[in-house]
């Protein structure tokens, strides 16, 4: 069977995982979908750079997404990249990340399956693996932590998740889109049972030239995302592993402040 990106098979969709943001981050295969294609429906924190890899004449679609705003919803999504299959085009979906770690690719991949149309998944380095990359983070070492799990912080009903047993000792808890939630989720952490001195890193706009490693404790995490103006995109990681990266001791350094200042 031949692949998917062969030039003469038209009519589908590619769905791409473009990195957590550098460029460089791209796969071979990835960049070969991008130079196929006739459309490029894009998630909104792209790099230019990776779009101008597509054709210059290929139509580019921003579907951009923020909290409670999102330019199209994803019915919409999925209607308007089948729109375009039907006529023949070479979809490119261009997603942050890794299309199957928070990024609906499952949702989208049933759609074109359910409408009878040919898709390919190219996977990405997805953001905790990026941006842990980036600040010397081991999200699992020998020594200090066995598991590591991902959950989504800004999913529906975070009171009901059960994260009982994912984030403690010898365990690694990564949280994606949690920036908006944080106070909530330490809270719901340490009801949970885990430490108040639990080590937390937060590594804003990983692997861009504005990224930012972070680190505090849990019981401090809100309170430094809002003292630090931390942004998204943005991943928390909770663990003991972060006693070993490169990020900054934002919860030290404002304890040697007060004690100069004492």
């Not at 909290?67 to 089948?82: S, V, W």
């Not at 399956?113 to 190219?122: K, M, S, W």
């Not at 009801?191 to 001195?197: L, N, S, T």
Request: aromatic share 2%.
């Amino acid at each position: 069977m031949a692949t998917l990106l062969d030039p003469i098979a038209r009519g589908r969709v590619i769905l791409v995982g473009a990195g957590p943001g550098d460029p460089g981050l791209l796969t071979v295969r990835a960049v070969e979908a991008l130079k196929s294609a006739d459309v490029v429906v894009h998630d909104g924190l792209i790099d230019p750079r990776v779009l101008d890899i597509a054709p210059p004449t290929a139509h580019r679609i921003s579907v951009a997404k923020q909290r409670n705003r999102h330019t199209l919803p994803q019915e919409g999504i999925n209607a308007l990249i089948l729109a375009h299959v039907r006529l023949g085009q070479v979809v490119v979906r261009l997603k942050g990340g890794d299309p199957f770690i928070f990024g609906r690719g499952g949702e989208e991949v049933e759609a074109v399956r359910d409408a009878g149309l040919p898709v390919e998944v190219i996977p990405g380095v997805s953001a905790a693996l990026g941006c842990a990359a980036e600040a010397m983070l081991p999200l699992t070492h020998r020594d200090w932590s066995s598991a590591v799990s991902f959950v989504a912080g800004q999913c529906k009903g975070l009171n009901e998740q059960d994260w009982s047993g994912l984030a403690g000792k010898g365990r690694t808890l990564v949280i994606y889109m949690g920036v908006a939630t944080c106070t909530a989720i330490a809270d719901k952490l340490m009801a949970d049972g885990v430490a108040p001195d639990m080590p937390v890193a937060v590594l804003e706009k990983g692997t861009l030239t504005s990224h930012r490693a972070l680190r505090t404790l849990l019981a401090d995490l809100g309170d430094m995302v809002v003292r630090e103006s931390v942004g998204s995109p943005a991943i928390i990681v909770v663990g003991e592993v972060v006693l070993l990266a490169d990020a900054d001791d934002r919860l030290g350094k404002l304890a040697a402040q007060a004690e100069v200042l004492a």
